[in-house]
């Protein structure tokens, strides 16, 4: 077990390029946008007892200095809207609503398509095309694949189902009609 937190340390400074047993300590790397960040990854118990503990302070480490960085943004921003003029700061906020809706008049119009050629709606999302015709062409082209996947291929068995024969209606029809 310490010949694999050992090997857990040298992985780490020669990520870092800092020199194992020496220097200054390796710096935190930056927040990124990993979606395992604070979750348990696929490998984390290999890591043994040690390993666990820094991986855990690791993430702690971690979402302290997203926090800060955040923080630090939001500073930024507000030192930049400092010196704009309320005019600016309208229009920059007519621009972002916009924007927005643009965005969602797209998404309207998707699910529109979407349910005229009664398609799924989680294929809504998957539609391409910025006129109603162009998404129309793709909705027809994507129920063409969803209807070719959803064909069984499996043909009817013609021995199953209802017979010629008229169902017994009591227990005892059932046992003359088996043993004739």
């Given at each position: 077990?310490h010949?694999?937190?050992?090997?857990?340390?040298?992985?780490?400074?020669i990520?870092?390029?800092?020199?194992?047993?020496?220097?200054?300590?390796?710096?935190?790397?930056?927040?990124?946008?990993?979606?395992?960040?604070n979750?348990?990854?696929?490998?984390?118990?290999k890591?043994?007892?040690?390993?666990?503990?820094?991986?855990?302070?690791?993430?702690?480490?971690?979402?302290?200095?997203r926090?800060?960085?955040?923080?630090?943004?939001?500073?930024?921003?507000?030192?930049?809207?400092?010196?704009k003029?309320?005019?600016?700061?309208?229009?920059?906020?007519?621009?972002?609503?916009?924007?927005?809706?643009t965005?969602?008049?797209?998404?309207?119009?998707?699910?529109e398509?979407?349910?005229?050629?009664?398609?799924?709606k989680?294929?809504?999302?998957r539609?391409?095309?910025?006129?109603?015709?162009?998404?129309?062409?793709?909705?027809d082209?994507?129920?063409?694949?969803?209807?070719?996947?959803?064909?069984?291929?499996?043909?009817?068995?013609?021995?199953?189902?209802?017979g010629?024969?008229?169902?017994?209606?009591?227990?005892?029809?059932?046992?003359?009609?088996?043993?004739?």
């Open positions: 077990m010949r694999k937190w050992w090997n857990l340390i040298r992985i780490r400074t990520e870092t390029g800092a020199e194992p047993g020496g220097g200054e300590p390796p710096q935190p790397e930056p927040p990124q946008s990993d979606p395992q960040a979750t348990g990854g696929e490998g984390d118990e890591l043994g007892e040690h390993g666990m503990t820094a991986l855990k302070n690791e993430r702690r480490a971690n979402k302290s200095l926090e800060q960085l955040a923080a630090a943004n939001a500073r930024i921003k507000e030192f930049e809207d400092r010196d003029t309320d005019a600016e700061k309208a229009s920059e906020r007519i621009a972002s609503l916009e924007k927005s809706n965005g969602n008049a797209a998404k309207a119009l998707r699910y398509v979407a349910v005229d050629k009664q398609l799924p989680v294929l809504a999302e539609l391409q095309g910025s006129t109603r015709e162009e998404l129309e062409a793709d909705a082209s994507l129920l063409k694949l969803v209807n070719v996947q959803n064909k069984p291929n499996v043909k009817p068995d013609p021995s199953q189902g209802k010629g024969d008229p169902k017994p209606h009591s227990l005892s029809e059932a046992i003359s009609a088996y043993y004739k």
